[in-house]
């Protein structure tokens, strides 16, 4: 059985920095993509970054604030989040693709508030 452990999040002020991480842990095998979407209240769930091993993708909302990066050998994940505006506000989820077999992984999410 796969899971996903995500950690940090929480609350920060407007400028302020945050970092979530997340660990795949169980059975899981030729991970390919690695990232982080986020689902905002009263809003569809949209992707904020993700890395493979031939780089990274971001949304343009993020892009210069967001990095994402990974340990292979960890299987783990991580968003550091700089310069943090309210509309960052959301649930971060983590999610983890594989090949053979090919399968799509969820964390349960943690959120992220900004706020003053």
């Known amino acids: 059985q796969v899971q996903l452990v995500e950690s940090g999040g929480g609350l920060v002020q407007p400028g302020g920095s945050l970092s979530v991480s997340c660990t795949a842990s169980?059975?899981?095998?030729?991970?390919?993509?690695m990232g982080w979407y986020r689902q905002a209240p009263g809003k569809q769930r949209e992707l904020v970054a993700t890395?493979?091993?031939?780089?990274?993708n971001y949304a343009d909302s993020v892009k210069g604030r967001f990095t994402i990066s990974r340990d292979n050998a960890k299987n783990t994940v991580y968003l550091q989040m700089n310069s943090l505006k309210p509309e960052d506000t959301a649930v971060y989820f983590c999610?983890?693709?594989?090949?053979?077999?090919?399968?799509?992984?969820w964390g349960q999410g943690t959120q992220v508030t900004v706020s003053s």
């Open positions: 890395i493979t091993d031939g780089g990274t």
């Open positions: 169980g059975s899981i095998f030729n991970i390919f993509v």
């Open positions: 999610n983890v693709g594989t090949v053979q077999p090919l399968r799509v992984y």
